[in-house]
């Protein structure tokens, strides 16, 4: 059958997808994507096609996560910066509803209510994959973010004939014909509150298994002790050289090796790098982790997965309410310690460092997790749902 996958945000929030897109296509059904502009590329090296959607509004996120990081946050601060989106939003409607009309199915993740509108309006068979383990359904922090994005399309909603929604990234976002939560149980319990037709399935991996990484990274990592990770992901910050500055002065002070990651923060680039520092763009980190001693990340969902399913210990940076729910796990189950990012200082992360490498219980609890997590076998269990689903309205 053929399907559309579609969503809005990061590479993280696309990740996910390509692997389910992936396990799909090997079950023999038959997957394109559509998505802003930016990430044509990016999806087409794994062989699915790509329809654009939308204009690039990769800027315009940057932002919105510039904004999410200050101190004194306030939602009422986002609302300019989500007006391209707003305007953007009927074409988006326009070229994914065009490429829904042959599609059997339509996967979006939760997070982009445009797809939702095209279940509404067209009646297409849809799967929302919800990717994050916060939006489990609005809590007394998120809802009010829900009420202020829905006050922005219900105006677009009721143009379609739709009606209005309250909850767009979560409860008003879920398919009740399938919603998948490509997250842990060890993590989230199911909600009364969600459709009947919900499944917590265990993390999406996307494993690069054709990734060769440079010679140079390789000899990196034979010449000494195991690396810390750096890795700030899809957060994006106000003073780079700043931050640049505070993760070398740790890196110095606590005698350590390092692998940083641009991330959207570009943190290396331009940099002159000591010969104990090494600076990459994009990396397998099913290829990578499994080398390091440490993961220092946002603690993004998806970035503290994989250091889950490689038993690899973090220092968690949130920097954002999306990035609590995985750092007080890492906490709560002594995977490893969380520096919120205004507590963010050479002192507080270079002690958590040394705690981290010098305490070998961290990782001995991260190896606990590991096991759970691999047992989930979320991209196996997300394929036999979606399978069943297409089944009993197809056959």
Request: aromatic residues 10%.
């Amino acid at each position: 059958m053929h399907g559309v996958v579609t969503s809005f945000g990061s590479i993280g929030d696309i990740h996910p997808l390509i692997a389910l897109a992936h396990e799909l296509r090997k079950a023999g059904h038959d997957l394109t994507f559509a998505l802003a502009p930016s990430f044509a590329s990016w999806v087409k090296r794994y062989g699915f096609a790509c329809i654009s959607m939308g204009s690039d509004l990769s800027e315009t996120q940057r932002n919105i996560m510039r904004i999410m990081s200050q101190e004194d946050f306030s939602f009422s601060a986002m609302q300019p910066l989500l007006d391209p989106y707003i305007q953007d939003m009927p074409r988006m409607f326009e070229a994914l509803e065009d490429a829904c009309k042959d599609a059997d199915f339509l996967i979006s993740v939760s997070t982009f209510p445009v797809a939702r509108m095209i279940y509404e309006a067209t009646n297409i068979p849809f799967i929302c994959v919800d990717l994050e383990s916060v939006h489990g359904g609005p809590n007394s922090f998120t809802a009010p973010l829900e009420r202020q994005i829905a006050t922005l399309i219900n105006p677009f909603r009721q143009r379609l004939q739709l009606p209005p929604v309250e909850y767009p990234l979560s409860l008003d976002a879920y398919s009740p014909d399938l919603t998948l939560f490509a997250t842990s149980r060890q993590i989230m319990s199911p909600s009364k509150a969600w459709p009947a037709n919900a499944h917590i399935t265990g993390f999406f991996f996307l494993d690069e298994d054709n990734w060769v990484p440079d010679q140079s990274l390789i000899d990196f990592l034979a010449v000494g002790e195991p690396p810390l990770m750096i890795n700030f992901g899809s957060t994006a910050h106000a003073d780079t050289q700043r931050l640049a500055e505070l993760v070398f002065e740790v890196i110095e002070r606590t005698g350590s090796r390092a692998i940083v990651q641009q991330g959207w923060t570009n943190l290396v680039r331009g940099q002159q790098l000591p010969p104990n520092i090494y600076g990459v763009g994009f990396i397998s980190h099913s290829w990578l982790l499994p080398q390091v001693s440490c993961l220092i990340c946002h603690g993004g969902t998806q970035t503290s997965a994989s250091a889950f399913r490689h038993g690899v210990p973090l220092i968690c940076v949130p920097h954002t309410w999306e990035h609590l729910p995985s750092t007080l796990f890492v906490k709560g189950f002594g995977a490893g310690l969380v520096v919120p990012y205004h507590q963010l200082n050479v002192d507080n992360l270079s002690a958590a460092v040394r705690e981290i490498v010098g305490n070998p219980s961290y990782r001995e609890s991260v190896s606990v997790l590991k096991e759970k997590i691999r047992a989930e076998k979320g991209l196996e269990r997300a394929v036999e749902l979606v399978n069943a689903f297409l089944t009993s309205i197809y056959d």
